[in-house]
């Protein structure tokens, strides 16, 4: 499920717009996700 992954990502950079702080905004994400 790339697709997942991919969304995640795309999702913490809109949400940051930093990809330096990639790490905490996936961590977001996966809570959101949760």
Known sequence: RDDGDMGIFRRAWHEGGDPTMIGGM??????QLR
């Open 26 to 31: 996936i961590r977001r994400a996966a809570e």
